[in-house]
């Protein structure tokens, strides 16, 4: 059996291969990928007239690009040594990917929440996107190129030293730690922060599938139908209603026996195609209303597509043949707790989808009204999530011997973050030239 000790080694001789200092820096290889390029790539399989959509997100500032572009990203971490201490990868780790959500308990929970493009892989990867993210944020709200550095190093500091705490604890403890909501009222200093913090806690819990109905539902001739708002929301056609009742039963068989009893008390009742995010922007992707009991006791489910990860090109294959299970997989592993009616299936032309709640108590922080403290402490908080999850899927006592007791990781990765913010800002000009040029389409403000 390899003892607690033999694993700490295992951590320590990865430094061998990339010391904490090598992870400083950004320099581009004269190979580089144009990011437009890749960008185009990937939208080859995607909703064409939804592309114009993706690119008007992505086109309205830096971190609006970074958001969508994890796909140049990953190319851009993958040609740089890695440590070879994997762990299961949220793979798109940015700020905006951490919020609240109601745990099956109806506890209000903070974590990861979202896994299209996890991925075993190395655990900087994931850290050294959120310090990007940070570093990106940090700039594009005025705060200038210090604070930003210093809201990355401070983030990945807590990375560090929550790892190295959940590393000695035993396994049931770190399989069942989790951040409650309520326990980040504490954290806040200032009266006027608490109460933004008070109110996003109260939205949050707002936000169920009973008050989605008041916003995406109307009355139409006594019964109930989920409204219009082109091209953002739209009624699925007749072929796509059809293939979402086929891909629905399906998705049934993959939710375990008590949630398949409780799923049969729904009855269908409306479809339709739903554009959501930046970077799936073009994916298929469809909300659908069921009903309980009657129709005040409605259900909203997400069924999305899911792709090839972004990461899968540059790392060993994965566990999962099926990119809906790499994703419900995945984020079982990551989450504290999830979702009761995540699922996956196959639906027509062998496309692959997962199924989840629209709405169950989601909330976001809104990065961009952020002051300097403000993001330093969302920054921490979100390290503390992402070590929560490396450390369930990854061996963390490996990873803790190699961050180490010294403050080496965090630095490097800080400067690497403010290089990668510039880099950012020329992708995001990049992008914005090759709209003026007329090379992709852009559609602002949609």
């Known amino acids: 059996m390899t003892t607690p000790a033999d694993r700490a080694d295992r951590g320590r001789a990865a430094r061998k291969r990339v010391p904490r200092s090598a992870h400083a820096g950004w320099i581009p290889s004269v190979d580089r990928p144009d990011p437009v390029a890749v960008l185009e ?65 109806r506890a209000l929970l903070f974590d990861l929440n979202d896994f299209d493009e996890t991925f075993p892989g190395p655990f900087e990867w994931d850290v050294k996107r959120l310090a990007a993210s940070i570093a990106v944020a940090a700039r594009e709200n005025g705060h200038g190129d210090t604070k930003a550095h210093r809201a990355a190093l401070e983030a990945t500091a807590t990375y560090r030293t929550a790892l190295r705490s959940l590393a000695r604890k035993g396994e049931l403890a770190v399989w069942y730690d989790r951040i409650d909501a309520d ?46 708002d082109p091209p953002l929301l739209e009624p699925a056609g007749a072929s796509d ?55 005040d006791d409605p259900l909203f489910l997400q069924i999305k597509e899911a792709r090839k990860s972004v990461l899968e090109e540059h790392l060993p294959s994965g566990p999962y043949v099926h990119p809906g299970h790499r994703v419900v997989a995945g984020q079982r592993l990551l989450q504290a707790a999830s979702d009761i009616f995540l699922g996956w299936m196959t639906g027509p032309q062998g496309r692959a989808f997962y199924w989840r709640q629209l709405r169950d108590m989601k909330g976001s922080a809104d990065v961009a009204g952020m002051s300097p403290a403000e993001l330093l402490a969302y920054g921490r908080l979100c390290g503390t999530a992402l070590a929560r999850a490396h450390a369930r899927t990854g061996d963390r006592i490996a990873i803790a011997a190699y961050l180490g007791g010294t403050e ?39």
């Open 408 to 446: 080496t990781f965090e630095h490097a990765v800080a400067d690497f973050a403010s290089a990668y913010a510039a880099q950012t800002t020329a992708d995001h000009a990049t992008l914005g030239a090759a709209v003026a040029a007329g090379v992709v389409t852009a559609s602002p403000g949609i």
């Open 241 to 295: 209603m059809a293939a979402v009742r086929k891909i629905f039963s399906d998705y049934r068989s993959t939710l375990s026996e008590e949630r398949r009893l409780l799923l049969d008390r729904y009855r269908f009742v409306d479809a339709a195609r739903k554009v959501v995010g930046v970077g799936s922007v073009g994916t298929r992707c469809f909300i659908v209303l069921l009903a309980g009991r009657d129709q």
């Open 41 to 105: 790539r990937q939208g080859r399989d995607r909703l064409p007239e939804l592309l114009p959509i993706r690119y008007g997100r992505m086109v309205a500032s830096p971190f609006a690009f970074l958001r969508g572009s994890a796909a140049v990203m990953a190319a851009d971490l993958a040609s740089q040594p890695h440590t070879g201490l994997t762990v299961q990868l949220c793979g798109d780790a940015h700020l905006l990917n951490f919020g609240l959500y109601a745990s099956p308990e």
């Open 183 to 228: 326990s980040l009222l504490p954290l806040v200093r200032s009266a006027g922060n608490r109460r933004r913090v008070e109110s996003s806690l109260t939205r949050a819990r707002r936000r169920t599938s009973l008050h989605a109905v008041g916003k995406l539902t109307e009355t139409v001739a006594g019964r109930r139908r989920i409204v219009q």
